[in-house]
């Protein structure tokens, strides 16, 4: 084809791109405001990939709570008010229950074929019926508590063996991403890996970290929400099918079929786990073998990263604010004795635990932005006209830290919880406060993290003093902002001081 030919194509294809999108646009009156939509590009010639909470918070202060921002075609509502959060979560969550799925997800999930990332509806409610009894209920907390604990204790106990620990210091990180695996593989198939060299937890671990790369990483946006950009992308697109292809291959040959071959020859011998629930709902032709591998596939991906994402923040706040963690040492020994160790049900009777735990949850909000939802029909949210299937962010990392909503939200203090916000819960009781999201589509796994964070940091502050590696007084707080989350940059080197129980 000659240059002149192909520049014409090229300006003819942009301008009927600019008068559709004219056309269409025009059939909103009241858009909400926004950073200037460039025909084709909308605001990504402004903003670029990086759309996270802080650019999206700095937005807030010059468009107010509600503001939109179109990248290419797509348009995306951010909110930023408790008032509004609470409007879209639960006054009007059946309509804006649904998920936008980027262009990574979609290769993820099969289109949506998930629990997580699948339109709000029928196969939704099935897949959250299916998962909720050996997942998401008090019961199956009552269940797996006692492997919380031990999977704890090992912990405590691998510590006190490596002499590094208490002298150099450790990326702990490592080993209590270990523990994770090890509560929801006990929970998913009655199975644990025995340590970080087990040849299959290394294979599981690199796929999912592989996955979470290539999902986390706001570095593809711009081939999502600008749709002529998208051959661009198309090489990061095959590396996510083929990975998407490795890893639920993975789960199905060596989880799900072993178990299956386990549950033909053992008969009753066997404990019954979360995966034969889904196996008998599969049984009843409710779901498929694809829609089983999903469920796993959702459970490795919501379950562990947030989980030590949360305990990597919370030991590094308890490090650099000692007066906090000598005050939670003191409270455990007061209530638990000198050498009893925290258990599930202690939870409750430990308020300064909670304290700390939800403190961590607010200042370094795991999932900022939280999950994207979606409305799939044209609405009206403050007076704005909100345009079908746009991605609704609630921008909760604001919320949290906004000072109309909390006294010195800049700083640290779990006592707050104790205070002022004595009231305030973790699960969205008051609208300013919503770690786990909001309604219907908040986080079922929200019992189960409670339980797990509140064991395993009591566990390592009642037997341990923990302290930055030498030479550093503080450990390094800044953070990486991702496409649903929030994790500290240096995986930190800690020390962990045994404490002699008396
Ligand atoms: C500290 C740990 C965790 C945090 C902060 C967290 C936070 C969240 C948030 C903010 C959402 C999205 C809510 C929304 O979009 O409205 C979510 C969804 C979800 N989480 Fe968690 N989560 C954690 C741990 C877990 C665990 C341990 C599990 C599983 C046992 C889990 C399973 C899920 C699932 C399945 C969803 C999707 C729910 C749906 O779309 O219906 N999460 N989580």
């Known amino acids: 084809m000659d240059l002149l030919l192909f520049q014409k194509i090229l300006l003819s294809l942009i301008f009927a791109i600019v008068v559709v999108s004219k056309l269409r646009g025009k059939r909103f009156t009241n858009l909400p405001p926004g950073p200037f939509p460039y025909p084709i590009f909308g605001s990504w010639i402004e903003i670029g990939n990086n759309l996270d909470q802080l650019i999206l ?12 921002v179109k990248m290419g075609q ?41 629990m997580i990332f699948t339109e709000y509806g029928e196969h939704w409610r099935k897949m959250k019926r299916i998962a909720t009894v050996p997942f998401f209920t008090k019961k199956s907390v009552q269940q797996y508590h006692g492997a919380w604990e031990a999977e704890a204790a090992a912990v405590v106990e691998d510590v006190k063996k490596n002499k590094e620990a208490a002298t150099n210091g450790i990326v702990l990180r490592m080993r209590l991403q270990l523990m994770v695996y090890n509560n929801l593989y006990k929970s998913m198939f009655d199975k644990r890996f025995e340590s970080e060299e087990d040849p299959l937890y290394v294979r599981v671990k690199d796929l999912n970290g592989q996955r979470s790369k290539l999902g986390l990483s706001l570095e593809y ?26 890893r639920l291959n993975l789960f199905k040959d060596h989880f799900i079929d072993e178990r299956k071959k386990l549950i033909s020859t053992g008969g009753r011998e ?20 694809a829609h089983v591998c999903y469920i796993v596939e959702n459970m490795n991906i919501a379950a562990i990263g947030t989980t030590v994402w949360a305990l990597e923040w919370a030991i590094a706040e308890l490090i650099n604010n000692p007066h906090i963690q000598n005050k939670l040492r003191a409270e455990i020994k007061s209530v638990l004795g000198p050498t009893a160790q925290v258990t599930e049900p202690d939870n409750q009777k430990l308020p300064y635990l909670q304290a700390v735990i939800k403190e961590t949850l607010r200042f370094r909000t795991i999932v900022p932005l939280l999950l994207p939802h979606m409305n799939p029909e044209n609405t009206k949210l403050g ?33 707050r919880f104790l205070e002022e916000e004595s009231n305030v819960e973790v699960n969205g009781n008051d609208v300013k406060y919503f770690p786990f999201g909001m309604g219907r589509r908040s986080c079922p796994g929200m019992l189960s993290s409670m339980a797990v964070l509140g064991i395993t940091l009591g566990r390592l502050v009642q037997n341990f003093e923990m302290l930055p590696p030498p030479g550093q007084d503080k450990i390094d707080m800044t953070a990486v902002n991702v496409q649903f989350g929030m994790y500290l940059f240096k995986h930190s080197t800690v020390v962990l001081k045994p404490i002699i129980m008396s």
Do not use: M
């Open 57 to 68: 918070s700095n937005y807030a202060k010059k468009f107010g709570n509600l503001f939109r």
């Open 74 to 114: 797509l348009n995306i509502i951010v909110i930023s008010s408790k008032e509004l959060a609470k409007e879209v979560f639960l006054t009007r969550g059946v309509e804006f229950g649904s998920r936008s799925r980027n262009i990574v997800y979609d290769i993820f999930t099969g289109e949506g074929q998930d």
């Open 221 to 246: 946006n711009f081939g999502d929400f600008v749709p002529i950009l998208r051959p661009f992308i198309k090489g990061y697109l095959k590396i996510c099918k083929e990975v998407t292809a490795t």
């Open 270 to 289: 066997i404990n019954k786990c979360g995966i034969d629930y889904l196996f008998e709902a599969q049984e009843k032709g409710e779901i498929n073998d």
């Open 383 to 415: 007076g704005y006209d909100i345009p079908a299937r746009s991605r609704i962010l609630v921008n909760a990392w604001h919320i949290f830290n906004d000072p109309a909503n909390w006294k010195k939200p800049e700083e640290f203090r779990p006592e």
